[in-house]
């Protein structure tokens, strides 16, 4: 046997993958309480209305006196006096901001994924990595279950964060349920639903509880198309890996003309991005600008406007991966990671309100349900980005999509030979640009809001499709 047949044997076949994120409705099995009555129960947040219910399953809960302005220091303090803590039941703040494009969605992280986080170092730092303890984790309203679920999408960001969480410390029993606004609080329900040891959420709409299921998606190739001949693209994150391979996709099919924007003064490297483009088609731009400042990034629309007259479509395509253990990660770590989502989400709702787009298109990822250890930040980022997305859809009236990718292996931030080897023994190859160039047309002009695209063996482990169902899209 020569060395091309049996590499052609051990090669596990990569299928491209198509899948949705829908959510089903799931029976309430009444399992164990957890926890238990006498466990030590401590709650952070919420309102007497909540602390009363609660006190009605739980008389000796005790409400922790402190609030999201603490350090970890402030934190560590307070948690030390209630030691040994079994359970934690968490309640996000209520949000009530009228619109997407409302800063407090930025400044909402603070009370939100930010506090969590600190609790989080705070535990960890008086050794409770060694010993079980059970969250509770209540956000209301902010992760949406299907397209017309309206959100504030503020605290969306937490589930991703408990997810890595559950997978860094599968010893602590984490449960982590969205509930909808105004409705009663389905007690003792909430508190017998059993822990997720993926860290998933439940999410309790009209008097149901549903899990969320990847399922795999079929549709005939389309002729239509939602880019335009000669349209004006401006792509944040542009001369990034996929931002390039969009760039070329649009270039050579559109004659479009494609703004970058990033924050590296324009290098050698981004030079030599734009002269290969440019012998395809029109010339991409290049403007410096950190698109988690709004105001920098409002210089960049007006410098845009000013040189084109109109967009047609803009792309998040940045990303900053500072990936750390919990244990590892310092508060600043965390937030860059989650800035560069939130902060830039929330800046292209604020700053392109005003323009007549034919689409906003997020690029997001596949981590939004792998949830992987060591990507607490970038996961919660990108939990945030999909919530968003789909309330920003409900509000604007252009298509406003989102694409989580799977692994490029051969492009982008993460396409080192290391990483490809890891990938590749979970079962995951590398997207290639023709395949996604296609999800992604399919995915613009199609009926769902919301698609997922990777390259997995079909045993591969490293995220759960269903693929008893399947999604058929007709023309
Ligand atoms: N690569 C993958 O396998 C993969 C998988 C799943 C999802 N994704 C998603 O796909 C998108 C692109 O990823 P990629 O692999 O192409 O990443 P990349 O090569 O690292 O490109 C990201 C770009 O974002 C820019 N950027 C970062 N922060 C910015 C800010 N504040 N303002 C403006 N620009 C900023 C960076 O340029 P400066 O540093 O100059 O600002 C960089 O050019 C991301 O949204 C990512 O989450 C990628």
Redesign the pocket.
């Known amino acids: 046997m020569d060395s091309t047949s049996r590499e052609a044997i051990i090669t596990p076949p990569f299928e491209p993958m198509l899948v949705s994120p829908i959510w089903e409705v799931i029976p309430h099995e009444t399992g164990q309480r957890i926890p238990s009555i006498d466990d030590n129960l401590v709650i952070v947040g919420g309102n007497e209305t909540n602390w009363s219910d609660i006190r009605k399953q739980y008389p000796h809960a005790r409400v922790l006196p402190i609030h999201s302005g603490n350090t970890v220091e402030e934190i560590i303090r307070e948690l030390r006096q209630h030691a040994p803590i079994d359970h934690i039941l968490w309640i996000a703040p209520e949000e009530h901001n009228s619109s997407i494009t409302d800063d407090a969605i930025i400044e909402g992280q603070e009370a939100g994924v930010i506090y969590l986080f600190k609790i989080i170092k705070s535990l960890l730092a008086l050794g409770y990595d060694s010993r079980p303890i059970g969250w509770t984790v209540i956000t209301i309203q902010a992760q949406p279950i299907h397209k017309y679920d309206e959100v504030n999408p503020t605290h969306a960001s937490i589930h991703g964060l408990m997810g890595t969480l559950a997978k860094e410390y599968s010893h602590w029993k984490i449960r982590v349920i969205d509930l909808e606004s105004a409705a009663t609080w389905p007690m003792p329900e909430l508190f017998t639903l059993p822990s997720h040891e993926e860290g998933n959420a439940y999410v309790y709409r009209e008097q149901q509880w549903h899990h969320q299921e990847l399922v795999p998606v079929r549709y005939n190739k389309q002729d239509e198309t939602l880019y335009k001949n000669g349209g004006v693209y401006v792509v944040?994150?542009?001369?990034?890996?996929?931002?390039?391979?969009w760039s070329e996709y649009v270039i050579r099919m559109y004659e479009a003309k494609v703004i970058?924007?990033?924050?590296?003064e324009k290098d050698a490297n981004i030079q030599a991005k734009i002269d290969r483009l440019a012998s395809i088609g029109p010339t991409p731009s290049y403007i410096v600008?950190?698109?988690?400042?709004q105001e920098e990034?409002y210089r960049a629309y007006e410098e845009i406007k000013q040189q084109y007259g109109h967009i047609h479509g803009i792309v998040?395509?940045?990303?900053?991966?500072l990936d750390k253990s919990l244990a590892n990660m310092d508060e600043e770590r965390f937030r860059a990671g989650l800035?560069?989502?939130v902060?830039?989400s929330v800046n292209i709702a604020e700053v392109f309100e005003q323009e007549p787009l034919d689409f906003v298109l997020?690029?997001?990822?596949?981590?939004s349900f792998v949830k992987a250890a060591g990507q607490s930040n970038?996961v919660a980022?990108?939990t945030f980005k999909d919530a968003f997305a789909s309330q920003l859809a409900l509000e604007w009236p252009c298509a406003v999509k989102v694409m989580?990718?799977?692994?490029?292996?051969t492009?982008?931030?993460?396409?080192s030979e290391e990483y490809q080897r890891r990938m590749h023994n979970r079962g995951v190859g590398s997207?290639e640009p023709p395949e996604a160039m296609e999800a992604l047309e399919a995915l613009l002009i199609g009926p769902m809001n919301q698609l997922a695209f990777a390259k997995m063996t079909s045993s591969s482990a490293w995220v759960n499709v269903n693929r008893r169902k399947c999604i058929t899209i007709y023309q």
């Open positions: 944040i994150g542009g001369a990034g890996g996929i931002g390039e391979v970058w924007i990033g924050r590296r600008a950190d698109a988690t400042d990034l998040h395509s940045a990303i900053v991966l800035r560069v989502k902060d830039v997020f690029f997001s990822s596949m981590n970038y980022g990108c989580n990718w799977g692994y490029w292996g492009v982008g931030t993460v396409a997207i």
